[in-house]
């Protein structure tokens, strides 16, 4: 969408949205009538008769749509949208994030500053713990800075800890990286991120589905952690424990067919928890940043992957064929498997924790249900 005229004004389409946007209505609702109608200046415009039908509801005291916007809301966003790098974005323009718009519940409209092209580049989630290990944030800072210096889209919340750390991480290797905020992008969240949030918006791109004024609140998280997972192909956890709102990140991806990968730590570790488990779902276990540049090239396209089976999984039960229920060697796994040692010994890894194999004195043998 043109947001601005030639002039510096909002365009006419503009305005229609904003107003669309500041409708007193569910988003479930809003997402039905752009269903049927072209454009928000046509269903602001209908009488509310002639919406019923669509809506299924019924509006006896409401002769118009324009009723129920909220004009005071409008004022705010068009003074937003007013200044430079500012955009707002609905459904059906052709700047909204293509793989955003296959979800089931995208948002209607978006409110972004920045560099809204990024929207349209492949991009990696990476998301995990608020306090995480030093280690766990130079994992994140340094996988988000070859990546990001590789050409993808490093895309994070803008929390303390691990979000922080892919945002810089990206930054540093003069890359680029999206927040999606959980508040109006007029209020940053947490208030010690001004700097970054700053360097974001100047580099990168903020992203949010609230329009300005909205202040933080607690349901906000997880449910702009969709948004994290759905304008991306894959999601990466970096240290988290069992309840993280990072895991949350992690399963919408796996609902939209997004690819998951989780690092892994210390059995001793609760930070390590999150990732344990999420490897125990089926979440390709990364041991190096070769671990992910390998499915990379699935992500060069921002068609929606289809759920095939992926070659990492065909690994895994070349793998577990390759294990007795009885102790097995390495190298009888590697001649068997037809796989690199390198390659064995990190699965290994992976397949331990995710219980279907144990370790018994330098061997390997498959457990009983699998």
């Known amino acids: 969408m043109d947001t601005k005229s030639k002039d510096g004004l909002l365009s006419e389409r503009s305005e229609k949205w904003i107003e669309f946007a500041r409708l007193e209505l569910p988003q479930s609702v809003k997402r039905k009538l752009l ?47 007013g200044r430079p790098t500012r955009r707002i974005i609905g459904l059906s323009d052709g700047a909204y994030p293509p793989l955003l718009r296959e979800i089931q519940d995208p948002p209607v409209v978006l409110y972004a500053q920045g560099d809204c092209s990024l929207m349209l580049s492949r991009g990696l989630a990476i998301v995990g713990s608020r306090n995480p290990t030093p280690i766990g944030r130079e994992t994140a800072m340094n996988i988000a800075k070859v990546l990001a210096g590789e050409g993808h889209v490093i895309v994070s919340g803008l929390a303390a800890g691990i979000d922080a750390a892919a945002h810089m991480g990206a930054l540093e290797s003069h890359g680029s990286t999206i927040a999606v905020c959980a508040s109006g992008l007029d209020i940053v969240y947490p208030r010690q991120h001004l700097g970054l949030a700053r360097r974001i918006g100047e580099a990168g791109l903020l992203l949010s589905e609230y329009p300005p004024g909205t202040g933080v609140r607690r349901h906000h998280f997880p449910y702009r952690n969709r948004l994290i997972s759905g304008m991306t192909l894959g999601t990466l956890v970096v240290e988290a424990t069992r309840k993280s709102g990072s895991l949350i990140t992690a399963r919408h991806a796996a609902d939209q067919g997004r690819e998951v990968f989780a690092v892994p730590g210390s059995v001793y570790s609760p930070l390590s928890k999150g990732p344990h488990q999420l ?92």
């Open 35 to 81: 269903s049927h109608f072209s454009e928000p200046a046509e269903i602001l415009a209908a009488k509310t008769s002639a919406l019923e039908s669509i809506t299924e509801s019924r509006w006896p005291h409401c002769k118009s749509l324009r009723q129920l916007v909220d004009w005071k809301g409008v004022q705010i966003d068009r003074l937003w949208a």
């Open 279 to 370: 490897i125990k779902e089926g979440a390709s276990l990364v041991a190096s940043i070769a671990d992910i540049q390998e499915e990379l090239p699935v992500f060069g396209s921002l068609s929606v992957p289809t759920p095939t089976q992926r070659t990492t999984d065909r690994g895994r039960d070349t793998l577990l064929d390759a294990i007795d229920y009885i102790p097995t060697s390495v190298d009888q796994i590697v001649v068997r498997s037809g796989l690199t040692a390198a390659k064995v010994c990190s699965m290994l890894i992976g397949m331990e924790i995710a219980g279907k194999i144990r370790h018994c004195d330098g061997r390997y043998l498959r457990n009983l249900d699998s």
